[in-house]
């Protein structure tokens, strides 16, 4: 009994700390981000800096500059070919509206003549009401509509307002990453090493199995957003569905929303492809969006499980509680206490 109420204390002690860090971290990330980027980013390159160090007998301020530049110029060349196909797509897609319309404007015209053909010959009482909610319908979406007019400018000047921060944010994590990685990187480990390296200390294993964990924690999502977008991207090829790149990424992105999900994506193309009768096709949409969707809960917990050494039945468990609690954050909220429990557990702190 004595021992059961020692463990509830240490849980409860646990718990309390847990949840102050995690509120105190995503309190102040605004300020620390492009450190926290930075130092995962030094993490990585630690390995192929000290390979350099040792294989080509440099210094170790060369090879993490060079590890470095070259990282930072794979991201750059990576990040410019999307945006240009973003752009150049969503260009298209803007050109392409218009034209749309126009070589569909009979079809609407009829749908519209056959609509007030069937609406004259209704029943007046029915016609009322349909005229009543129309008008309340009409009131409502212009008001959201003035609403949403609004925020979209408020939100826009939010981020033209933002700019500077993020070019200051990249800044920061290029010139911090090369710091961090010729600290971490250093064979003498003497320099940036707050915690001492002791192989069998337990604040030196805490600390490497956190960065461990948070690294496969990020690189298990990395993968299913890369598995969703590849899958979406070879579906709509098959298809002949246009700005198939754009909207893959874009369904990778969406991946990752609770809320919208990639539906958001197949959903309006398959009401689009069943209004212009092309049947198969959005029959084959519909499939392809049942099975990926199917495909993505299945592989979710696996593969963050697998990552982080955890029981799935565990994962599924924080994936849901977090979802209900808060969103995006409840799910980190509550992964993250897993993961915590899990390596102060293995080294009998807990």
């Known amino acids: 009994m004595e021992n059961m ?57 060369t090879a993490s500059l060079f590890t470095t530049s070259i990282f930072f110029t794979i991201i750059i060349i ?31 015209l009829n749908f519209l003549n056959n609509l007030q053909n ?54 920061f994590t290029l010139l911090t990453t090369y710091f961090f990685t010729k600290d971490l990187s250093s064979l003498n480990r003497k320099s940036f090493n707050i915690i001492p390296h002791k192989s ?49 990424i874009l369904c990778g992105i969406f991946d990752l929303l609770p809320i919208f999900g990639i539906g958001a994506i197949y959903l309006p193309i398959i009401v689009i492809f069943f209004i212009y009768k092309n049947v198969i096709a959005a029959l084959g949409l519909l499939i392809s969006y049942i099975v990926i969707t199917i495909i993505r809960q299945i592989i979710e917990p696996k593969i963050v499980s697998q990552s982080l050494g955890l029981h799935p039945v565990a994962v599924l468990a924080a994936i849901f509680i977090g979802l209900k609690l808060n969103g995006i954050i409840g799910i980190l909220f509550c992964m993250f206490l897993l993961v915590s429990y899990n390596i102060l557990k293995k080294v009998n702190v807990l």
């Open 78 to 108: 990576l990040l410019s070919i999307v945006i240009t196909t973003l752009t150049s797509e969503s260009i298209q897609l803007g050109k392409n509206i218009q034209s749309y319309i126009t070589l569909n404007k009979e079809i609407l």
């Open 200 to 248: 069998k200390d337990r604040i030196h294993y805490i600390f490497d199995e956190s960065k461990k964990m948070l690294k496969n924690y990020l690189l298990s999502y990395l993968l299913i957003i890369t598995i969703t977008f590849l899958e979406t991207l070879v579906v709509f090829l098959v298809f002949n569905v246009k700005y198939a790149v754009t909207l893959s």
């Open 118 to 171: 069937y609406y004259k010959n209704l029943d007046p009482t029915i016609i009322n009401n349909i005229e009543s909610n129309i008008t309340n319908y009409i009131t409502k979406t212009i008001n959201i509509s003035m609403n949403a007019s609004t925020k979209i400018f408020s939100q826009t000047l939010g981020i033209v307002s933002t700019i500077p921060y993020v070019l200051m944010v990249l800044l």
């Open 5 to 61: 109420i020692k463990q509830i204390d240490k849980l409860t002690i646990f718990f309390i700390l847990y949840t102050f860090v995690f509120i105190i971290f995503f309190g102040t990330i605004t300020y620390t981000l492009p450190f926290v980027f930075a130092f995962i980013l030094a993490s990585s390159l630690k390995t192929p800096t000290r390979y350099l160090m040792i294989k080509f007998r440099i210094k170790n301020t």
